[in-house]
């Protein structure tokens, strides 16, 4: 079957750099994934596929039932765009203003497309069924993942098992890579007001300096990293927003950022840490502070069984070596609401120009991605749902 697999693959490869194109030159933002869903349920029309939509307005399920009952299945993609002005002048660069597949959604639902049409091909050789779960609003909380499951999108078919993949750009094209257990971090979302008086910035005895105090409260939190966390944490402050002039101290700055850790406990403890530190460390500067801290993604957590049988799997159709281990990273997934729930696993898929080594970074303006990892990402996945439901 590998074979029969690999030699559909070859074929439909130019058709899929095609679907990929079409779709990286028509991006949408999250939760307005209109066209794109449109888009989706033509190819699905015309492979042959039934499906069910609406799932968070624009989120598609497609089903595909082999010749006998067994297992379910489920391969998952996300379909929406970044807001990002794309700077590439290729052909079918982004024509949509500030919109831009900066993280590869692109790649990812062409490829299952791609995987789609060819379980699709050798459906009376399955022993069970594959859902296509086409998943709007990965990039914006609170996650079309939750929302689509909320929706019911699996009330009628429930998978025994999830598998999902995500590009990376310096990893190169031909290699995946897994990770089993604790993979990625949860996702938090920070925004602090300092308030106080402000005034002449000449006169800063007369006034309270709420920029001194901002800096401060940033200063005071990194102390819980630092001092008080003994797994992965990471807090990070991306913006800072102090609306004064060179002699004006304004009354209220505004800061926002990122909280990410690999465990629950130590998740809310740390909620409370910023709280306490914040609001203390502005009062001890004559201000207040106020904190609101918005819960993201949870951890994604890779089923050792699952993805130990992927590995394998991965092995038999790339080759040992084009199969690489992964190292926990910070970075945040929506596809984390899925393995809280059912056994999964999250793999990458290198997409970077193996002569050249350029790499171009997830949600760059610049971002690209050698188009050769589709050659090997739609058979791999319908190779890894085949062997799951068959062996």
């Not at 079309?144 to 699996?154: D, H, P, Q, S, T």
């Not at 970075?331 to 002569?355: C, H, I």
Request: aromatic share 8%; proline share 3%.
């Amino acid at each position: 079957m590998i074979e029969k697999i690999k030699e559909i693959s070859a074929k439909i490869y130019n058709e899929v750099v095609e679907i990929r194109r079409h779709i990286h030159k028509h991006p949408e933002l999250s939760f307005e994934e209109k066209q794109t869903s449109e888009f989706i349920k033509n190819m699905l029309d015309e492979y042959g596929i039934e499906y069910t939509s609406g799932y968070v307005k624009y989120g598609v399920l497609g089903v595909i039932k082999g010749k006998q009952k067994g297992k379910i299945i489920a391969l998952r993609t996300d379909i929406d765009a970044l807001p990002i002005q794309e700077n590439n002048t290729d052909y079918f660069s982004s024509e949509n203003k500030n919109i831009m597949h900066a993280c590869g959604h692109d790649i990812h639902l062409a490829s299952l497309l791609g995987t789609a049409k060819i379980l699709n091909k050798i459906k009376n050789e399955l022993k069970g069924t594959v859902l296509l779960v086409f998943q709007p609003a990965e990039e914006k909380l609170p996650g079309g993942a939750k929302l689509m499951m909320e929706e019911g999108v699996f009330d009628k078919y429930k998978p025994d098992l999830i598998i999902g993949q995500h590009v990376m750009p310096d990893m190169p094209v031909g290699n995946v890579g897994f990770k089993s257990g604790m993979y990625m971090a949860s996702t938090d979302e920070i925004y602090l007001t300092i308030k106080g008086k402000g005034g002449h910035a000449a006169m800063p005895h007369q006034i309270t300096d709420t920029v001194l105090a901002a800096s401060q409260v940033i200063v005071a939190l990194q102390q819980i990293v630092s001092r008080k966390a003994n797994i992965p944490t990471v807090l990070s402050f991306g913006k800072f927003i102090a609306n004064g002039a060179t002699n004006v101290i304004p009354d209220e700055v505004k800061i926002e950022g990122t909280f990410r850790t690999l465990n629950e406990e130590w998740r809310t403890e740390v909620h409370k840490l910023i709280n306490k530190i914040a609001k203390s460390t502005a009062e001890a500067m004559g201000a207040e502070c106020e904190v609101r801290i918005i819960d993201g993604y949870p951890y994604l957590k890779n089923d050792e069984l699952v993805t130990e049988n992927a590995i394998n799997f991965s092995k038999e159709y790339l080759g040992v070596n084009y199969v690489e281990n992964m190292e926990t990273r910070m970075t945040g997934e929506d596809f984390a609401y899925y393995s809280q729930k059912y056994p999964t696993t999250f793999y990458r898929l290198g997409t970077m120009n193996a002569k050249t080594k350029e790499v171009f970074h997830l949600h760059s303006s610049n971002f690209k991605v050698d188009e050769e990892a589709l050659k090997n990402s739609t058979g791999l996945m319908a190779w890894i749902a085949y062997s799951f439901l068959n062996k």
